[in-house]
């Protein structure tokens, strides 16, 4: 189980079992002693090999004093060959010097022992990093966020996952990467079609083959990419039942990019939107509050039973509480976590699960809910946000007058 948890996640460097643990190496020796033989034994044959490797956290080590503190460990009963290159088992020292690199102590203040099961997966965030991806945006998903999402979407082989904001297909990406065939959709077409002005430094235009199937075939995924079409979520394209095992999306806020959906020729002519030489719409203002209800709808009417959406919910922190978040009839709330993003902002990666087939009486339901009303507060997010922002400036401004 631990090692099948560590094949997936991005948060954990290493996963190890547990031999002793203490404040000072006597405490960590007499912890040792207590262990149990029996659970060492196995591990510590005469014909198995084995490796120690020191890791100490805010201080580096001289060789000397790794061999020394290696040394100090002769009391268990290690039977097998030392293999530096290619051992059976490994067994770490986990050293904690603190937090502060200004002021490191002599000795550890924790120090650790135990035997490596498996390392995650930490190595994704580099290797597909959006500094050097093909294709990106002014909102492109971090890498590291985007495997958390799947991992709450618990996104497995030849599942089918839908982005509705698809935008350049970040969070597609890390789905295909465990396997899932993956499809969005998004009303901007230059960015459906990798068109327009380019968002990288020093780049005025898109070139030819910037768009999100190319950033699947750059990791070699193009496989499990099934399209990217052209559509307003707010607008059902859809045939009816459930099509999707995971819905895995980042709406928009309005900081960076504007909440729309299509208008009416009746319409203010301002919103009308040129795309392309022949492309033409007319865009007008999408309601957060509407926002997350049109895909709370949609994830009940069209998830697999015990699929999973997840999505992310921006709040103004000093007015959250937990009734603001939105609720459907057939979906489970399973987790709700906080990413900061300013002393007065955050948002909240919001996972949800279908436990309920979808009725026609379960469409509108939310607006005979009391607790509907709250919801509307996200639709002032923007206005809150750079209203704080506003006065961090002019605040920061005044400290540089004294």
Known sequence: MARGLMKRTVCAKSIFELWGHGRSAG???????????????????????????????????TQAQKIKKIDALEFLPFKGKVNLKNPEHIFWILEDYGMNPNDVPEDPIHLYFGRWIADGQRELIESYSVKKRHFIGNTSMDACLSFIMANHA??????????????????????????????????DYNTIHGLGKASRKNQKWRGPDENIRANLRQYGLEKYYLDALVADSSRPIWREGMLFDAIITDPPYGIREAPRRM?????????????????????SSYH?????????????????????L????????????EEIIPRHPCLKLISNCEQMLSSHTSRRLITMEKVKEFKDQDENSYLLDGQYMPYRGHNSFREKYFSGVTKRIAKEEKDNQK
């Not at 020796?29 to 005469?46: E, F, I």
């Not at 208008?263 to 865009?283: D, L």
């Not at 997350?292 to 009940?300: R, S």
């Open 263 to 283: 208008g009416s020729q009746k319409e203010t002519v301002k919103s009308v939107e040129r795309s392309t030489e022949n492309h033409f719409f007319v865009s």
């Open 154 to 187: 618990r996104v497995k082989p030849n599942d089918v996952v839908y982005d509705p904001f698809v935008g350049t297909g970040g969070l597609l990406i890390s789905s295909a990467h465990f396997g899932a065939y993956v499809c969005g959709t998004d009303i």
């Open 27 to 61: 405490e960590l020796y007499a912890s040792l002693k207590n262990y149990p033989t029996d659970k060492m034994l196995p591990y510590l044959q005469s014909d198995s090999t084995y490796k120690i490797h020191i890791h100490t956290f805010n201080k580096t080590l």
């Open 310 to 321: 997840v999505y992310w919910l921006p709040i103004y922190r000093p007015e959250y509480t």
């Open 288 to 308: 957060l509050s509407d926002i997350f209800f049109d895909l709370l709808k949609f994830a009940a009417e069209h998830l697999v039973m015990g699929g999973r």
